[in-house]
C-alpha cells in the first residue's frame, strides 16, 4: 500500500485509513478483528477512531471502538506499526441535550479525554489527535495550549482538527504560529465526490467546501481526511439513497459523469470515487467505513485504480 506523510515532519501513513467508528457496537468484535487483520495485511497503518464512537448506538457508552481496537493491539502486538488516531470534544454530557452540550476542549476537559484514550487503547501516545468538533464557549489560545503541553509530554505527536471551517482553521494555526506552539497539521472533514449543495446543513459537522479546499491548496503542509467518502453506500445501494443535502442539479451532473467513467474502467463506483479522491490535488486520505470485509477488499481495490487526465478533468469539472 502506497503511504502519505501527514503534514510537515508528520509520520507516514497508509493511503487509506480505516475508521473505526462502528467496531464494538454495530459491528460486532469478530467482524471487527477480521476487518482490522485484513487492512494490515494489506499494508494499512492508519486507524481512526474517537472517544464517543459510537454513543448513539442504543445502550452503547461511546467508548467501546476505542476499547475494542485497545484489545486487537495487545493482542496482536502491532502498535509500533500503526498510525493511531482518536479524537475528543464531541462526547454528549449525561442528562443534557446533545448536540447543544458537548464534552468541549477546555484545557482540563481535552487533558483528561486524552489521558482517558491512551488508557482504552493501552498506549502511551497517540499519532494523531482530532479536536472532534469546534467549541465557541472556550478559547482557541486555551485548546491549544493544552494541546501544546500535550505534545511536549509526548502524549500526543500530530494534531488535527474536525468540523472546522476554513476561517477557524486558519485562525488557530495563526495563533499557533504566533505562540510557537504546534498547530493543526490534518483536517478530518465530511468529504466526498459529490458536494452537497450549497445552504447543505450536516449540524455539528462540516463538509470540505470551497473555503476549506482553497486553504488547503494554499497550505501543502496540511492533509485533508475525507470521512463519508462514499456517503454510506449511497453511490451503489438502492436501499441507501442519497441524503437530501445532496439533492441538487449539480450532483446530479457529477453522477452522470461518474457513472461514464465507472464504465469505462471497469471497475466499481465505489473504487472511482476514491481513486478520485486519492488523487486529488489538494493531499487526501479518505477514511473507510465498512462493516465487512468485503467492503474493504472492494475499497482497496481502489488503489490499483488509475483514472487517466481526461477522466480527472471531466469528473472534477462536471456540474
Not at 477512531?49 to 448506538?57: D, G, I, K, L
Not at 452503547?60 to 476499547?67: I, L, N, R, V
Not at 451503489?236 to 439533492?247: F, G, I, K, T
Request: charged content about 20%.
Amino acid at each position: 500500500m502506497k503511504h502519505r506523510a501527514l503534514g510537515v515532519g508528520g509520520p507516514k501513513a497508509s493511503a487509506l485509513c480505516l475508521g473505526a467508528m462502528t467496531f464494538g457496537t454495530t459491528v460486532d468484535e469478530g467482524t471487527a478483528t477480521a476487518i482490522l487483520d485484513r487492512f494490515t495485511e494489506a499494508g494499512g497503518t492508519f486507524v481512526d477512531t474517537s472517544n464517543n464512537y459510537a454513543f448513539w448506538v442504543p445502550g452503547a457508552t461511546g467508548f467501546e471502538s476505542e476499547e475494542l481496537l485497545g484489545r486487537w493491539i495487545r493482542s496482536r502486538g502491532n502498535r509500533e506499526s500503526l498510525v493511531l488516531a482518536s479524537k475528543s470534544g464531541a462526547r454528549p454530557v449525561p442528562g443534557l441535550p446533545f448536540p447543544e452540550h458537548i464534552e468541549g476542549l477546555a484545557g482540563p476537559v481535552l487533558r483528561a479525554a486524552v489521558e482517558g484514550s491512551l488508557r482504552r487503547l493501552g498506549t502511551d501516545r497517540l499519532d494523531v489527535h482530532y479536536a472532534h468538533v469546534a467549541d465557541p464557549n472556550t478559547p482557541v489560545e486555551e485548546t491549544l495550549g493544552a494541546y501544546a503541553g500535550l505534545v511536549g509530554d509526548g502524549k500526543v505527536g500530530l494534531l488535527g482538527c474536525s468540523n472546522h471551517t476554513a476561517a477557524q482553521l486558519s485562525e488557530a494555526n495563526a495563533l499557533a504560529a504566533h505562540r510557537g506552539w504546534p498547530g493543526y497539521r490534518c483536517v478530518q472533514q465530511r468529504h466526498s465526490y459529490l458536494m452537497p449543495r450549497p445552504d447543505a446543513d450536516f449540524g455539528v459537522q462540516e463538509h470540505a467546501d470551497v473555503a476549506l479546499l482553497d486553504h488547503l491548496a494554499d497550505h501543502p503542509g496540511t492533509v485533508l481526511l475525507a470521512y463519508s467518502p462514499l456517503l454510506g453506500g449511497a453511490y451503489c445501494r438502492p436501499d441507501r439513497p442519497l441524503r437530501e443535502q445532496y439533492d441538487w442539479p449539480g450532483a446530479k451532473a457529477r453522477l452522470a459523469v461518474l457513472a461514464e467513467v465507472t464504465a469505462e474502467t471497469g471497475a466499481t463506483v465505489n473504487q472511482v470515487v476514491l481513486a478520485w479522491l486519492l488523487a486529488h490535488p489538494v493531499p487526501t486520505i479518505p477514511v473507510l467505513g465498512v462493516s465487512s470485509v468485503a467492503q474493504l477488499d472492494e475499497a482497496l481495490g481502489a488503489l490499483e485504480l488509475r483514472l487517466d487526465e481526461d477522466q480527472l478533468r471531466r469528473l472534477s469539472e462536471a456540474g
